[in-house]
């Protein structure tokens, strides 16, 4: 095969052959186009075709490598595709190898409209924070099942991984990765890398002329789950020394964060504090920036990073007040709401209850109205009990008692019908606020029965 091929372009109706198979693949609509090439939609359900304009040697061959040796997929159970790998080789009527034909990921979005907090309520409003750890998870799964096989994803960056609606991203653009030949040892560089993801090691190198390493990615992996669980770049914040602040990329090369070693940035009001997520998060995020700046073996690994979030996740709570607020238990409280209060912003804005969400919410709601009146109304029955009439007593002397317990009993009661009263106006004041009206008419109910079952019980006393 000759070095390089005349610039091609896919054509509409256009019919490729797969090397290696006699199946043939027909091009119908274009997707999108690059400086390297055209994505095709074509006949083969849930796949489409990339053509390459300038199809050369080391490209083709380095197709030829991944389409041999794929990675393992994490979420194969589930059947979900975590990367567009590379499926077969095409060629053109001629016999030229122009592109190749992958895996289409649909139903997803970019993972900027994940980690964004506006784009998110517009695209994604009941995505929380709880689903935003799952996707830094499945991430650095996907990672890990990348790295296992030997290859370097190189250009990690937003515009490159898409996420479903249940947290589960895909990788694209994989034909970019850095590839090694198993049976060679040559290796097919990345050629591309992006600003605010490139590691500090790599900044300002011509990336055509070295190979990368894990450790790069490990870099690369933090900032990626930086964005998710904090909405921005780590490399921001607070300006403190001289002069105007450095440009992002500047910072990121000096190792300037709000919770690194130089006090020249600090955290703006706006920055969303290292210590809302699990300590075990914290750790890792210290490792990426601080420890890892200019020693990227110390950087945590995608295991790490994985056994890190599922430590995280279990810890999440669900917020009380709000139903897609989660918070980290460490923590202590709900840092959303306290953001909201001080700042009136929201980035989880109230999605709508699910029915089994309603209906756990309502029996929360038994367990904490009923349980303390169950325990008082037994104790007063209990001490009601053990003071009738005793028959031997005098008539005197049990009119008395009984006036007594009378009056104890009404006490008691007018004491529950106060709780009952004051009970109402806070749950109303609550419920209002919160405009839930279903679960408002649900406690309205739920306290009539409790007056009737307050009645039932006091007749059975006498």
Known sequence: MINQITKSTGTAGQVLSCVGDSRLVTLTKQLATSGEGQVWHT??????????????????????VMIAHPPTNPNEEISHISFAWPKAL??????????????????SIGLFDVYNPQRRRKVLPAFNWLYLHVTAMNIASITQAIHAKGYVLGDIKPQNILVTNQA???????????????????????????????????LERDLAQL?????????????IIHLLLFGDQPFKGLWTGAGDSPDPNQLLRLGHWPYGVSPLIQPSPLTI??????????????????DGHWQPNLRPTPPEWLKA?????????????????????????????????????????????????????????????????????????????VRRVVPSLSR??????????????YTILAGVLSIIIGAVFFLGKIFVVQEDIDATLFNL?????????????TQSSD
Not at 175 to 198: I, M, N, W, Y
Not at 211 to 223: A, I, M, S
Request: glycine fraction near 6%; charge should be neutral.
């Open 445 to 457: 109910f739920l306290l009539i029965g409790l007056f009737v079952f307050w009645s039932y019980l």
């Open 90 to 107: 095409l060629k053109d009527t001629a016999g030229n190898s122009v592109g190749f034909v992958m895996p289409e990921i649909a139903n």
């Open 168 to 202: 589960l991203p895909s990788i694209i653009d994989t034909d970019s990765f850095q590839v090694k030949d198993p049976a060679t040892g040559q290796v097919f560089r990345c050629l591309v890398g992006s600003e605010g993801f490139t590691p500090p090691e790599l």
């Open 396 to 409: 005197l002397k049990a009119l008395s008692l009984r006036l007594l317990n009378l009056g104890i009993k």
């Open 43 to 64: 006949d083969w359900p849930g796949h489409i075709a990339k053509l390459y304009y300038h199809p050369t040697y080391d490209r083709i061959h380095k197709l030829e």
């Open 211 to 223: 190979d990368q390493t894990e450790e790069n990615d490990r870099f690369r992996l933090g900032v």
């Open 309 to 385: 979030l599922k430590v995280a996740i279990a810890d999440l709570k669900a917020c009380r007040h709000v139903n897609c607020h989660y918070y980290s238990q460490h923590y202590g409280h709900c840092y959303w709401c306290d953001r909201k209060k001080e700042l009136g912003i929201d980035v989880f804005s109230k999605a709508t209850l699910s029915r089994e969400q309603r209906r756990a919410r309502h029996q929360d709601n038994v367990e904490t109205l009923v349980k303390p009146w169950k325990q008082t109304i037994n104790t007063a029955n209990t001490y009601l009990d």
């Open 273 to 290: 504090p290292l210590d809302t997520v699990h300590p075990e998060l914290q750790q890792c995020f210290l490792r990426c920036f601080n």
